[in-house]
């Protein structure tokens, strides 16, 4: 079952981002490598923050342990949906009531003119964000049920949209192909919602969407979710911070960072995330039967083949790198220097791509004993780590720096991981027959 899940999610994944990578050819033809592409990926960098750190670790890694154990299943659901996107809303409300404000925190190097153009995509594109949750809420309940297909394969509409939105508008002019792209990120958003739905209602879940008053498994839950926000997501904030730091250098520096993480996101979303995604609901179970056994060999099993795809993935990554960024995205207005800063960016990543992907498989263990504080520390500890170096590097090694203080602390995160699951216990699991 563990492989056959690993192949669904892998499978999903490899169609989504194909499809990534066109929608990105596409926008590095059409938008090129300048302001006007840095203003949307601002735009979209908060939002998409949100979506993976929901659609890839806290939401799902305190959801499916509580409701795991939960006795009154239906109203622990339905309480939980209800509250957390009536919080999104209004938080999204906020966001485009001061959109300038929210703009300029997360682009501090803007100057006033181009928070002006970037404020409007910002608005529009958070609203993305609570499509994304009930996307998210769903997968959950879905994933409880060893279901993975639909959510796997669902954020290629995503891509779509952005395709359609991309052909649709590539003859306008470029601030307008960025509202274009705005509104296809929600279009995507609606489309994703939908499929969800279709998959809940032939899994008879729908009872679920129900008013409930809140109770102390809630309670808990939500502590645990704040811990595992922090927990799952030092890697996708260690990005947002290179973005918000490299709106200090050169025009162009963003767009960098983008494109090489998105190079960089694919071995790992295809091998790491759809791992944890479907060994995670098996750990959770095992746990919760008091069956460690059969979770730690599920884990040793997962390890061995995730290891050996992500050395294959970084060997090939980092030899080919500029090829792989010229095939990728130069052409149109996107140049070969572009291509030269973009490949040095993806090589200072891909050094890192083993121990992010290691780390979040051990720290499943951590999150099916509900110990989120405890992983959130340690996120906390790596992130820190991320900020001192990106700060020590960025000055003698601009955007290529940011990019490897990331890596830097993606092996902090690797090393404080294996340290509380136990160094021994892990010599004895990957070691043993």
Known sequence: MLIKSIFTNSSGILVSRILGFGRDLLTASILGANIYSDIFFVAFKLPNLFRRIFAEGAFTQAFIPAYAKTKQKIRFTSAIFLQFLALILFLSLLVT????????????????????????????????????????????????????????FSTALLNLALIAALL???????????????????????????????????????????????NISENKFYKNFVSATVGSSTSH????????????????????????????????????????????????????????????????????????????????????????????????????????????????????????????????WLYSHEKQFLAAKISMKALGFNIVFSLLLITPYGAAGLAFASTLSGFILFFLTIKEFGFIKFKQLIFSK
């Open 237 to 364: 904030i260690s990005a947002f911070l290179d973005t918000w730091l490299a709106s200090f250098l050169v025009s162009g520096s963003i767009s960098y960072l983008y494109y090489a993480n998105r190079v960089f996101q694919l071995p790992l979303a295809l091998f790491a995330i759809a791992t944890s995604t479907a060994l995670f609901p098996m750990i959770a179970r095992a746990i919760k039967n008091k069956d460690e056994d059969n979770a730690l060999r599920l884990m040793k099993k997962s390890t061995i083949i995730l290891t050996a795809l992500l050395a294959i993935s970084t060997l090939i990554g980092i030899v080919f790198d500029k090829f792989i960024v010229q095939l990728l995205f130069q052409r149109g207005a996107f140049t070969s220097t572009d291509t030269t800063n973009t490949a040095l960016i993806l090589s200072m990543y891909l050094i890192g791509l083993i121990p992010f992907g290691i780390a979040k498989i051990f720290s499943l």
């Open 97 to 152: 009531l001061f959109s300038k404000f929210v703009t300029h925190v997360i682009a501090l190097g803007f100057d006033a003119k181009t928070v002006d153009l970037a404020a409007p995509l910002v608005a529009i594109n958070f609203y993305y964000l609570p499509m994304i949750f009930i996307v998210t809420f769903m997968a959950a309940l879905l994933q409880y049920k060893h279901h993975f297909a639909t959510t796997a």
């Open 168 to 214: 649709l508008s590539k003859n306008l002019e470029k601030y307008e192909i960025t509202y274009y792209m705005s509104y296809g990120v929600l279009v995507g958003g609606f489309l994703q919602i939908l499929v969800h739905l279709i998959a809940i209602k032939k899994k008879n879940l729908l009872k679920v969407f129900t008013f409930n008053k809140i």
